[in-house]
């Protein structure tokens, strides 16, 4: 619980019963006018009662009035099986996550505390809002995170002048305070503490009725001990966030489905649309994107390092990759980790739906381009295909397309991938077989002709019940007298977790030699140099986002150097 000297001014009441504005303002040294705006706050909270008397002479007073019980977080019961802190943009949304293990529920539960204030705080608070509000700039555009943190940081000066004005916090307390009011005035709430978490896929609610639960990275789905008040509160946060991205959410047009300017992607629906209540769901965008050394990690091993060096191969001398799979089976981290890849000096645009993608800083030649629906009149709509139309002309060396999912939209990218364009793409299927299959029949049905223009497909897989994710293949399309044929080059064995060499490639390294004039002994050195750089990366602890560009930028600029301090196994601080 937060002590403020709102709530020293209630110990003081309790104490002496009745105090003058002067005598509260000594004790708390505050200004008098200070005092006496907050007794009127807590006069109409019925905290206190604020006295004018008849004697223009005599000072106003304050009484305490009966105060009402402060209810306290309870504390799990079980056994505790994690627990860390997290915060959120300049720690606006700190707080502590327990997981643990209930006796009632026999599964994990998710536990959060955020700091908290008592009743007679929290009646202050809610009284200076309008003033806020008023203080505050109306518009704040927010299209890039730049633009986020300077408008949070706009919003946390007016926040913190008040308090500071009014009460006086210490400035660790002040800033405590600040978040408080910034994520209940301009956010979610609580939830804004859960989207903090980096650790969490989904955020959802399913009514009023149920706690909030949410998908975890390592622990799946969870409940939480946050549960909203009422229906009208789901509803609220709906409105909110959909009034944030020039959209509406009401009994007329029930259903919201969008993504936020952060990336992550919100859906809403409304009663009656769902019977049991309002409903939120909120998919949160990687604020840590998986790498390719990610990908290599003892714990997660969704691959390993011979695919790893395969596939960074296939895109340094800008093969054609397609990445498959399930809902939620990494196909998005996936490609996220190989164009991460892309010489930094070549230019790559992205299309997806929701911003999902997030390259290092070192590609500064990549533009990343969304669509967007149609408005309530039917108009405006951008569709993926008219942005691979247009990144056909904004000559790109690199497409990258976050799904592929109607007909001409194949068309299109298999036409670049046919006029000298690299190009990576997503698309659901959850075998190779099953990619050659939806590429081939309708709805999609490109030529078989052009499906070989695809050089490796990567399969992607989750196991619901481990909660795991594996590279289940990567397979080299070739075409056989009967259409486009698979050769499976790298397999998951699920039975015993482990990677297998199924067949060398073959027509991949015909297509190596034709565009590059390297010999098969010199495609194999190759992956050998490029295992070695990511084993000395994967020891390193080089896992990061901007430590793979890093490296990337070192490794097309001055390769031979690089080989050098991986020989050596030189410190990374030698090296970057």
Not at 39 to 45: E, F, G, P
Not at 282 to 302: C, H, M, Q, S, Y
Request: hydrophobic residues 40%.
């Amino acid at each position: 619980m937060i002590k403020t000297k709102i709530d020293d001014m209630i110990r003081l009441l309790k104490d002496k019963k009745r105090l003058t504005i002067d005598e509260i303002a000594r004790e708390l040294l505050l200004d008098g006018k200070s005092v006496e705006k907050i007794a009127q706050i807590l006069d109409k909270a019925e905290v206190v009662k604020l006295v004018y008397p008849i004697n223009v002479v005599a000072r106003p007073w304050v009484e305490i009035k009966e105060i009402k019980r402060e209810e306290q977080l309870a504390e799990p019961t079980g056994n505790l099986i994690d627990e860390y802190n997290i915060s959120g943009l300049k720690g606006h949304a700190s707080g502590n996550v327990k997981i643990v293990l209930t006796d009632l529920d026999k599964r994990p539960m998710y536990f959060i505390s955020a700091p908290q204030v008592s009743y007679a705080t929290r009646a202050y608070f809610d009284a200076i809002k309008d003033e806020i509000s008023k203080l505050t700039p109306i518009e704040q555009r927010e299209i890039v995170r730049e633009d986020i943190e300077r408008g949070f940081d706009i919003r946390h000066k007016v926040i913190a002048s008040v308090l500071q004005q009014d009460i006086a916090p210490e400035k660790k307390v002040l800033d405590v305070m600040c978040g408080i009011i910034l994520r209940e005035m301009y956010g979610l709430g609580e939830i804004e503490i859960l989207i903090a978490d980096d650790l969490l896929e989904e955020v959802i609610i399913n009514s009023s009725h149920q706690p909030i639960a949410v998908y975890h990275r390592k622990y799946g789905w969870l409940k939480t001990n946050i549960q909203p008040k009422t229906e009208e509160e789901v509803e609220n946060y709906a409105s909110q966030i959909a009034r944030k991205i020039g959209k509406q959410i009401s009994l007329l047009n029930p259903i919201l489905d969008a993504h936020l300017i952060s990336g992550d992607r919100v859906n809403s629906t409304l009663f009656p649309i769902s019977t049991v209540g309002n409903t939120l769901t909120l998919r949160l965008f990687a604020r840590n994107p998986w790498t390719i050394v990610g990908f290599l990690d003892k714990e997660n091993r969704v691959l390993t390092v011979e695919m790893a060096a395969l596939l960074w191969q296939a895109v340094h001398y800008e093969m054609n990759v397609l990445i498959s799979g399930g809902t939620a089976s990494g196909k998005t981290s996936a490609l996220n980790a190989i164009v991460s890849l892309v010489p930094n000096f070549q230019r790559v645009i992205s299309i997806e739906d929701t911003r999902e993608l997030a390259l290092p800083s070192y590609q500064w030649n990549w533009i990343p381009l969304v669509t967007r629906p149609a408005n309530p009149e039917g108009l405006g709509e951008i569709t993926m295909l008219d942005l691979v139309v247009n990144a056909l002309r904004m000559r790109p060396d690199r497409i990258v397309m976050g799904e592929i999912r109607r007909k001409r939209e194949a068309e299109v990218l298999f036409e670049a991938m046919h006029t000298g364009h690299s190009v990576y793409a997503t698309m659901h299927a959850d075998t190779g077989s099953q990619v050659i299959k939806r590429l081939i029949e309708p709805p999609i049905e490109v030529p078989a002709s052009q499906v070989e223009d695809v050089h490796l497909i990567m399969v992607q897989y989750r196991d619901r019940r481990k909660n795991i994710r594996k590279t289940l293949e990567i397979s080299e399309v070739a075409l056989g007298p009967s259409g486009p044929e698979l050769n499976h080059i790298y397999n998951w064995r699920p039975r015993v977790d482990q990677f297998q060499l199924v067949r060398p490639p073959r027509r991949y390294i015909e297509q190596m030699n034709l565009h590059t004039g390297m010999t098969e002994k010199e495609i194999n050195e190759d992956q050998e140099e490029k295992k070695s750089i990511l084993n000395w990366m994967y020891e390193q602890r080089l896992h990061q986002i901007e430590d793979v560009g890093a490296i990337m930028k070192i490794y097309y600029s001055d390769k031979d150097s690089l080989l050098k301090a991986v020989e050596k196994k030189l410190s990374p601080t030698k090296v970057i």
